[in-house]
């Protein structure tokens, strides 16, 4: 008998059906679709390729919150602003971003499963944004005023193509807000620290501890 894959679910189906609606700590007033023990967030990458992304959309980062945190705490930041949300995830800090006044909007990631719940978590706020499936790091500046990076500097190779990215938004013109726990991959030379708040990380949520995360804005090359 031949095994047969089980297709991969609909992921606008998937996520309502298998996730839960909570508060993001530290962000009351933002609520998302977020995992749980018993999501069966396995079943997303059981494709035939082998290399369907991780699940980081399902979860909480600290870089991705502290950044949501300070936005909102901050509307001036993005009031009257072009916003792209890069490497978006769950889109909480692209929810923040239409929360706190932008007047667009685009919420970027490679994940078709976290462009579904930048889709879902931005209607359960009551917030407009676009949600862009693609990767955008090795292209050109994006037509914005303000990109909010939060988390992607966990690896390496990742770093180096998104400060190189970044590096050409700032010399079109175009400000960078960094949120991050202080990973070792930023580039800390070019960073400006705006501001820092203890907020639980991916790992930590359950187990009550915090990591202190920071709020950058990257200066431009040379400067």
């Known amino acids: 008998m031949v095994n047969q894959r089980l297709a991969r679910p609909d992921p606008r189906d998937f996520i309502p059906a298998n996730l ?5 700590p530290s962000l009351p007033e933002i609520r998302l679709y ?6 069966g967030l396995s079943r997303l990458l059981d494709d035939d390729d082998g290399d369907a992304p991780p699940p980081y959309w ?11 945190r ?13 916003v792209l949300d890069l490497g978006a995830g769950s889109g909480v800090v692209g929810v923040a971003a239409a929360k706190a006044g932008a007047i667009e909007v685009v919420a970027a ?13 931005a209607a359960l ?42 590096d050409r938004c700032r010399a079109a013109g ?21 501001a820092e708040r203890r907020v639980p990380d991916i790992d930590q949520v359950r187990d009550g501890t915090l990591a202190l995360s920071g709020v950058f804005a990257l200066l431009p090359a040379g400067a």
């Open 34 to 39: 977020t995992a749980h023990p018993g999501s």
């Open 174 to 194: 175009i400000a960078v807000l960094i949120g991050d726990p202080g990973r070792s991959h930023l580039p800390h030379e070019r960073l400006r620290r705006l």
């Open 125 to 166: 706020n009551g917030v407009a944004l676009t949600a862009l499936h693609g990767d955008l790091i090795d292209g050109p500046p994006p037509p914005v005023d303000l990109v909010l990076v939060g988390d992607l500097f966990y690896a390496r190779d990742l770093a180096v193509r998104v400060t190189a990215f970044l």
């Open 70 to 82: 300070y936005v909102l705490d901050h509307p001036e930041t993005v009031a009257g602003r072009h």
């Open 20 to 24: 839960r609606i909570a508060p993001v």
């Open 58 to 68: 399902a979860h909480h980062w600290a870089g991705g919150v502290v950044l949501a």
């Open 109 to 121: 990631d490679i994940d078709p499963y976290a462009i579904a719940a930048v889709s879902l978590n």
